[in-house]
């Protein structure tokens, strides 16, 4: 691990180390083996040899000891043996720290926000979610008409992994259908260190019937024009057979669309529980 960002992992059935994310995909397979050898090998010996030394301070004798020792020079001035060490020291800080921590831990990855309602028992539940976004510390705000939800009242609001490298945080608030009646303002808001400002994602629960109610009424208006249109031109006579059934046959596709919007209107009023 890399602060947060997993770079590998050992798997010990084919007993090698295999790399995750695309950071590292710029990388030979024979620096893949060196830093697999470093990681898993070097820093086994070093850990397993602190161990030793502190069950030996603390007299403690059970368990399993297990000693490597895989060397061809031992020395104390063994630096002497590597003299392009001092290089690679150099190589390693350059590459492998600072324009990885740049590209990697530094990185900052904007959220995508919406704002979703689905029916639940009793009501509705509108949910605020953040997803997307890097580093993993981020401010998300659900409003009601303006004004902060109390954080009692919502649930989730735990940051979890995407599986990607980002997170994703989700708030829910519970909503009754008396209390979506008084068609009250919802805001999904958020702040991150990627963002200069907030971003917001607005919804208003009346909106949906506010706009039904006008596109119902537009369509009753057409519908009784027709209708009158027909009546007219039966009334004078003028009608010929191919004009009357032209004129019955889009009033039957106004008829059958009305219906289905007074259906969705009443959806949408009336929801069921």
Sequence with gaps: MLDDVQVAYYDTND??????????????????????????????KSMKNRLFELKHHFNLTEGVQVHIYNMTHFKYDAGKLLPGLDEKRQECTKTNIENREKNVVMRKVPPRLRLMKKEVSGGFQVSCLAFGFYPRHINLTLLRDGQPVAEQDLTGGEVLPSGDGTYQLRKSLEVSTEELKK??????????????NKLDV???????????STLSAL??????????????????????????????TITNIWALV???????????WHPAH
């Design 15 to 44: 007993k090698q180390t295999v790399y995750t994310g695309q950071h590292i995909n710029d990388k030979t397979e024979d620096e893949k083996a060196q830093d697999g050898d470093y990681v898993f090998i070097k820093m086994y």
């Design 183 to 196: 068609r009250h303002d919802y805001t999904c808001t958020a702040s991150h260190l990627s963002l200069d």
């Design 202 to 212: 607005s919804w208003e629960s009346g909106a949906e019937r506010v706009h039904l």
């Design 219 to 248: 369509l009753v208006m057409v519908l009784i024009v027709i209708i009158l249109g027909i009546f007219i031109c039966v009334k004078r006579r003028r009608c010929t057979a191919s004009h009357l059934g032209r004129l019955l």
């Design 258 to 268: 009305q219906i289905c919007i007074y259906i969705l209107h009443m959806l949408v």
